[in-house]
């Protein structure tokens, strides 16, 4: 250890720091400043940016003693008493800030371009932040603030804006300013009193027996306080109650490389770490399965990766559902398109990684843990721990990104409570980038063969698609994921003949589950590259094509969704206006074209993972005598933005402003039940829960003022912060009303919540993809290819999306941005890519997410049909803009070439393989 | 178990720093900007108890020039290339290789002479620890098998420095300071071609500075192919420069444990030069693109460039 002299943020420090240790874990751990942020420890994702001497350093990759005596500025020092820094403001006045866990690298990183480079322009900007990787916002409000910061750099007024708080009207979230600040506490900036760290051994065989594991050497070191293994948690678990087959350290045998197998509990990570080297597992290495060939196919009952599974393979779930006869429909049709596709998987990507802290106490077990879902995490806790519900706590601190990748229970969150109970002590984990990418859950790959039958006026009369998906080693969300990647074809269009089998398969590697747009997402890649294939057959417009199709609103699908609002016709005529598709699309020159893709999405399930009578969602309102509403409610805000969604609702139907209400969200002790941010269903299942509650209290309000008044209560009025009757007898400010209502009576809470209506058919796998409402949407893409080298350059992307109504437009539009961003890199540049069962590429340096300089300008529109049993109107935005994003690049592909895209990742090489295989078919014709 | 003392030493000369090295066996790193050696330690491919941390030596951040070279301080930081009017005005070729390197702001940080001295990487080495042992260890880390192509005997971890396949078309030469002395050394010279031990330097050895020629004036062409516009290293590098005697040199990186060099004059063929470029490297699966489309690549970007070549020099 070395004494390091240090100036942050104007404040002196002097510390003891290890010889090798680096800036940011100084800065987090010593100095206590958690703002700087630590996402991939490699320099790869810019989160952890400071300045040092006014120069900006990765401090994750910077030696700590490299920076002796120097002044260094974190985020936490850019504010003043005066407020925040302009640029900070502009952050959050533009809506750049999501989940917050990339805001400081990018706060530090812009600040310090413009501050050099004064005269900087938008391009210059993109530049700048091209090292820094922000997964939900697309970049595109980023480089806006950045921009409008720069320009407005020079003029002295700079008006603060109202930041509102009405349904419609666009908002900062309301933890924007914390997050901009690095005042918001993320799950690893935690630090509780003598709490211990934990580190993983993993195995190292992708499927094995594990015949011995000896810790005897790895306890000899100093500072080691608990080991945990297997037999010591043999509850099975699995965030679907059908698929329980996950124990939280491996039992008897490991199924993918990486899996859990040993826990080290000691006084300082590096320490864990040290000693999980040490710890001796000897494996039996067994037959492995790495590809959906090896696993689809029958094998000895002893080699299967699961016991369980019903038959000798290693199938985890075969689902089918057939309405009509395809087989006589396809005959029938007069035009049929038939195609396979493989997609690779990928993941979610979220910046912030996993991260926890558990302890026990006199109320049984609290832990702290980034996670999207609590309710069931809760129950996983309970469950696997063999304790009563009652003795559970799970609190969602502010969470980095999710998307999926942190919705289910997770071994690192049952070991660490497990340990924390043994020990007595509380108990840390940070998960390395790395083992964020070992632990998954990300889409599955995919393979599937799928027709699509037409006539020749471009009606579609016909669907069948076969399906096999890659699961990896467990469950997860994976039976439902089988199930979307079929019923999720059954719209935006019309189909009256339509059928699909999938099948899951287990094979030893990190196990996939629920990523944004949920199973559906390769599916609909895959049928809308076939109805542009269609359209090219009968030479029709594809967008004319569509706009045939679309399901009309208030209807039925053939499996019997209930589609109510659908914005569909709307959505497209908007993106094919913007981009000029008319004068665009078929007449580019070679190399240069445009693509058309639809898409369609659930706004929550309608039925509950785990069948109960309880309300999918449940919302608390208290107000006291100081006239503030407490929100209190279950559902998790991860950076989409649901918290600020909540305050809007109740604030629109009380007629109050925001800065009167407060929101606590999902903590198992203090908020309702909420089932969780998954299925995109919060805004629709939480926000008419909040409506509800809202309306209550507005009804004891109404109560309480028209006591003795003869004044109907409909003439009452809820506006601007007053309560007033038509005829304005009574004309109560909102504080005194509150007195009214409190008086003799105390505090008033209040309850709401949103059930979701019976739904759908009578048929085995009727609930699958049910929903209360769905959105529509649909993306034009323009790409330019470099014909020699097969590079797909993403010109622009222009997308809508009917979200029924924007109750926050600001976070509806960052949410559609976000996915399309999402979907461009799974379309362009990401992949999980293994080699014998090992990821390969496990870093932000090769797993390939776009950054600001691969992302296109996006054209983003809300489209809104007021969705009838939405809170006023609303629903999804969060996942379903994703899916028309992939087809319309790969079908902007075959428009400006003419080859067909059946493999995702679009890598430039493969377009070129498809370009070459063009030319020389066109040879052997003309020979 | 016992724990090595870890240290952290802070030269304030070369020659301080060489002693430093001295003493510290074999187990020391010199650390410039650090972008390369950090993440690498940090995976565990590089375990020096001891890192030399040469940032603070002044002499090596200056850029001077005499009447034969220009001359770049090792410890010049990649962004900071573009403050020198000289490299605008006669090298533009080596600011754009600059700001491809990495992400801007890793530029900051990192150095020329870092850059030239970048370890050679391949897919089945940069990984941790625990992954490296999942995998079976490859030659480079004391392993007996090379992954990426399945045989016994050698390394093909990839040359990956941008700079210096540039400098190298330019012809450029290294001012070394080592426990021996100093000497000056043309840069291509330093590339063994071994992936295990991709330079030829002794362990003490710093560069002191970068010298370009000055008395040649070359037309350069850059291409690199990565699979985004940021962040990523080089699948493949290319330059192609010609001087005004019409001497014409290729060199290739990222497709090889050493940067590749085709030699040639303006009347060769070019079609043969090409030819030459495109079977000399021994590219092997160890990258995000396959081992046959960098291949392809390289006859397509040595085409476009001596393209661009003959545009600019029919204009000049």
């Not at chain 1, 029938?332 to 558990?358: D, I, L, R, W, Y």
């Not at chain 1, 079929?486 to 189909?495: D, I, S, T």
Request: glycine share 8%.
């Amino acid at each position: 250890m070395k004494s390091l002299k240090l100036t942050v943020n104007g404040k002196y420090h002097e510390v003891l720091v290890g010889e090798h240790e680096m800036l940011s874990n100084v800065i987090r751990e010593k100095i206590g400043l958690t703002g700087t942020k630590i996402g991939c420890e490699q320099g790869s994702c810019g989160a952890c940016t400071v300045l040092v001497n006014k120069e900006p350093v990765l401090s994750c990759i910077t030696p700590a003693l490299k920076v002796e005596d120097a002044e260094i500025t974190t985020i936490e020092g850019l504010s003043t008493d005066k407020g925040l820094h302009k640029l900070q403001e502009k952050f959050v006045e533009k809506g750049a800030i999501q989940c917050g866990f990339c805001t400081p690298g990018m706060v530090m990183v812009a600040l310090d371009h413009i501050n050099k480079n004064p005269k900087t322009t938008k391009d210059g900007i993109k530049e700048a932040l091209a090292g820094n990787v922000c997964r939900c916002t697309g970049y595109k409000k980023i480089i806006d603030a950045v921009v409008e910061y720069a320009n407005e750099n020079q003029s002295p007024v700079h008006p603060v804006k109202d930041l509102g708080g009405k349904v419609g009207v666009g908002r900062p979230y309301i933890e924007a300013s914390k997050k901009v600040q690095g005042l918001a506490d993320y799950a690893d900036d935690y630090k509780l009193k003598n709490a211990l760290h934990v580190k993983f051994a993993r195995s190292i065989f992708p499927h094995a027996k594990i015949i011995s594991i000896d810790k005897s050497d790895a306890f000899q070191i100093q500072g080691v306080r608990y080991i945990a293994t297997g037999e010591e948690l043999p509850v099975k678990f699995g965030v679907l109650p059908i698929s329980r087959d996950e124990t939280a350290l491996a039992i008897d045998k490991v199924r993918y490389v990486g899996e859990i197998v040993a826990a080290v509990a000691a006084d300082t990570e590096e320490i864990a770490e040290r000693a999980c080297k040490l710890i001796r597992v000897k494996y039996e290495p067994l037959k492995e399965f790495l590809t959906i060939d090896d696993s689809i196919h029958d094998v000895g009952s002893n080699e299967k990766i699961h016991a369980h599974v019903k038959f000798n393979n290693n199938v985890h779930k075969k689902t089918e559902l057939r309405f009509g006869d395809q087989q006589q429909g396809l005959k029938e049709a007069e035009v049929v398109s038939k195609m396979s596709f493989e997609m690779e998987g990928v993941s979610h990507g979220f910046t912030e990684p996993h991260a926890a802290t558990a302890y026990w106490d006199e109320n049984g077990l609290t832990i702290i843990t980034a996670t999207q879902v609590t309710h069931y995490l809760h129950r996983t806790l309970a469950k696997t721990l063999e304790v009563p519900l009652s003795r559970v706590r799970v609190i969602k601190p502010y969470v980095g990104g999710g998307f999926g990748g942190k919705s289910d229970p997770f071994p690192h969150e049952i070991i660490i409570s497990h340990i924390a109970r043994k020990t007595g002590k509380p108990v840390r984990v940070r998960l390395s980038r790395e083992e964020v990418f070992l632990t998954n859950h990300g889409r599955h790959p995919s393979r599937m063969t799928i027709q699509l039958g037409a006539n020749r006026d471009g009606t579609l009369k016909v669907l069948d698609a076969d399906v096999v998906i890659d699961g990896g080693a467990y469950g997860s969300f994976g039976i439902v994921t089988s199930y979307y990647n079929g019923v999720l074809l059954q719209a935006p269009y019309k189909l009256n003949n339509f059928g699909f089998r999938t099948f899951r398969v287990y094979t030893n590697k990190p196990q996939c589950g629920a990523m944004r747009g949920h199973g559906a997402v390769n599916s609909r890649f895959a049928v809308e590259s076939l109805i542009d294939d269609i359209a090219h057959k009968i030479k029709m417009d594809p967008v004319e094509l569509r706009m045939k199709n679309f399901l009309d609103p208030d209807s039925l699908t053939v499996g019997q969704y209930r589609i109510t609002s659908n914005g569909s016709r709307e959505s497209i005529q908007k993106v094919a206006d913007q981009s000029d598709w008319k004068n665009k699309y078929g007449k580019m020159k070679y190399g240069h074209g445009f693509g058309v893709g639809c898409g369609f999405f659930i706004s929550g399930s309608a039925l509950p993972i785990i069948r109960n009578e309880l309300p999918q969602s449940t919302v608390h309102l208290k107000v006291d005598f100081d006239g503030r509403v407490l929100i209190t409610s279950g559902a998790n805000d991860i950076g989409q933005g649901s918290d600020t969604m909540l305050a809007i609702i109740v604030a629109e139907v009380l007629g109050i402003s925001t800065d009167k209400i407060f929101v606590i969200g999902a903590d198992t002790l203090l908020t309702p039940v909420d089932l969780g941010s998954y299925s995109s269903r919060v805004t629709f299942m939480a926000g008419n829960a909040a409506k509800n509650a809202a309306e209550n209290l507005r009804g004891e309000i109404s109560e309480a003022v028209l006591k003795g008044k003869e004044i109907p209560s409909d003439e009452l009025n809820f506006m601007e912060d007053r309560i007033f009757s038509n005829d304005k007898r009574i004309n109560l400010s909102w504080s005194e009303a509150i007195d009214v209502l409190t008086a003799n009576r105390g505090a008033v809470s209040v309850s709401g919540k949103y059930i979701s209506p019976k739904l759908g058919g009578d048929f085995k796998g009727a609930g699958a993809g049910l929903s209360p409402s769905y959105s529509f949407g649909s993306c034009v893409a323009e790409v330019k290819i470099d014909t020699k080298t097969g590079q797909v350059k993403l010109l622009n992307v222009w997308g809508a999306h009917d979200c029924g109504k924007a109750i926050n437009p600001l976070a509806v539009e960052g949410q559609l941005e976000g996915s399309w961003h999402m979907g461009i890199g799974q379309a362009l540049s990401e992949e999980m890519k293994y080699y014998k069962g090992l990821l390969v590429n496990n870093n932000f340096l090769d797993y390939k997410t776009p950054t600001t300089l691969d992302t296109p300008d996006l054209y983003t529109n809300i489209i809104e049909t007021i969705d009838p049993e939405g809170p006023f109107g609303a629903k999804e935005c969060g996942e379903g803009a994703l899916h028309p994003v992939i087809p319309a690049i790969a079908n902007a592909i075959y428009d400006a070439v003419g080859v067909r895209v059946k493999k995702l990742p679009i890598k430039s090489e493969y377009v070129l393989e498809l370009i070459k295989q063009k030319e020389q078919s066109k040879q052997e014709v003309s020979i | 178990m016992n724990v090595a003392q870890k240290s952290y030493l802070k030269p304030r000369s070369v020659e301080e720093a060489i002693s430093f090295a001295g003493k510290n066996g074999s187990s020391f790193r010199y650390l410039a900007g650090g972008t390369d050696v950090m993440v690498n330690k940090f995976q565990g491919n590089e375990e020096a108890n001891c890192l030399i941390d040469i940032s603070g030596i002044n002499e090596l951040k200056q850029v001077t020039r005499d009447e034969n070279f220009l001359k770049v301080g090792s410890l010049v930081k990649l962004d900071d290339l573009k403050n020198y009017p000289e490299m605008e005005n006669e090298f533009p070729v080596l600011l754009q290789a600059a700001q491809e390197v990495a992400s801007p702001m890793l530029r900051k940080t990192a150095t020329i002479g870092g850059n030239i001295l970048c370890e050679n990487r391949c897919v089945f080495y940069n990984q941790s620890e625990w992954w490296r042992e999942a995998v079976g260890y490859c030659l480079k880390c004391d392993g007996d098998i090379c992954i990426a192509t399945g045989g016994k005997k050698n390394c093909f971890s990839k040359f990956v420095s941008d700079m210096a396949p540039v400098l190298i078309a330019l012809n450029s030469f290294l001012e070394i300071a080592d426990a021996e002395g100093e000497y000056k050394v043309r840069l291509e010279d330093i590339y063994t071609g071994n992936g295990l031990k991709p330079k030829e330097l002794n362990q003490t050895a710093i560069i002191r500075s970068i010298l370009i020629p000055v008395t040649e004036r070359y037309t350069c062409v850059f291409k690199k192919l990565r699979p985004r516009e940021a962040v990523d290293f080089t699948s493949l590098t290319t330059v192609v420069s010609i001087d005004d005697h019409g001497k014409i040199k290729i060199v290739l990186g990222g497709v090889d444990p050493k940067p590749v060099v085709v030699g040639g004059t303006i009347s060769s063929h070019v079609e043969k030069l090409i030819e030459q470029a495109v079977k000399k490297p021994r590219i092997v699966d160890n990258d995000f693109y396959t081992r046959l489309y960098r291949k392809e690549m390289i006859s397509v970007f040595l085409k476009r460039s001596f393209e661009e070549l003959r545009n600019i020099l029919t204009i000049k």
